[in-house]
């Protein structure tokens, strides 16, 4: 079950970025404003970086090996919430289609168990990232997006037993969010997104959910 203290501290920082990406909308809205057809900023090749929280969702990741190293834990404490980030380059081809493609930080998984001793594991996950990306247009410069696609992952685990291990994989994400272009180069987005099985079997394989905030510019 999602942290609810965790979420209400992400929506404390995604709703008034929302409302900054569709008050400039519902005031050209009421002003009669609509961009120049020459003007519209809706292809073309863009760079973009996101930042936000990311937050694993399975708690059992590596608690096999922290029982095998130190017997059935009489406690545990696992963290698998952090700020995380992500830098892309992506290319939208029409109102409707585009693709991305670019590094994530997928997140960082840490598990403390108490047994017959102390046991400490840590797992991070980060790769690159590629996706097909569908839009569906509200305004002239508002968009709701879908996004589907794949992730190469590299996992790295290590404990304080001496256990370590780096493995890679290939596993499928899903996102959706809202694009909003502020002029015709710079656009702001707010996204979540999902990624799947995540890990190795020296850590354990955990999904991760990222609410993402990011900014973009279109090169022209």
């Given at each position: 079950m999602p942290n609810l203290h965790f979420l209400a501290r992400t929506g404390l920082v995604a709703v008034p970025l929302?409302?900054?990406?569709?008050?400039?909308?519902t005031a050209r809205a009421q002003a009669g404003?609509?961009?120049?057809?020459?003007?519209?900023p809706v292809t073309g090749l863009y760079v973009i970086g996101t930042l936000g929280p990311s937050q694993g969702n399975d708690e059992t990741a590596s608690l096999a090996?922290?029982?095998?190293?130190?017997?059935?834990?009489?406690?545990?404490?696992?963290?698998?919430?952090?700020?995380?980030?992500s830098v892309g380059v992506g290319y939208r081809f029409n109102q409707y289609w585009g693709i991305e493609g670019g590094f994530v930080d997928i997140g960082r998984l840490e598990l403390n168990a108490s047994g017959t001793?102390?046991?400490?594991?840590?797992?991070?996950?980060?790769g690159g990232q590629f996706a097909l990306v569908g839009y569906?247009?509200?305004?002239?410069?508002?968009?709701?997006?879908?996004?589907?696609?794949?992730?190469?992952?590299?996992?790295?685990y290590e404990d304080n037993f001496g256990g370590s291990d780096s493995s890679n994989s290939l596993?499928?994400?899903?996102?959706?969010?809202?694009?909003?272009?502020?002029?015709?180069?710079?656009f702001g987005r707010l996204e979540f997104l999902?990624?799947?099985n995540i890990g190795s079997t020296a850590s354990g394989q955990t999904s991760f959910n990222h609410y993402m905030m990011g900014v973009g510019y279109l090169i022209d």
């Open positions: 929302a409302l900054t990406l569709i008050a400039p909308q404003f609509k961009l120049p057809e020459a003007a519209n090996r922290a029982t095998a190293a130190v017997g059935v834990p009489n406690s545990t404490i696992v963290e698998s919430k952090r700020f995380t980030g001793g102390e046991f400490f594991g840590r797992s991070k996950m980060r569906l247009p509200a305004t002239d410069t508002l968009s709701f997006f879908v996004k589907f696609g794949g992730v190469w992952a590299r996992t790295n596993r499928s994400y899903w996102g959706l969010g809202l694009q909003s272009h502020f002029n015709r180069n710079l999902r990624y799947g």
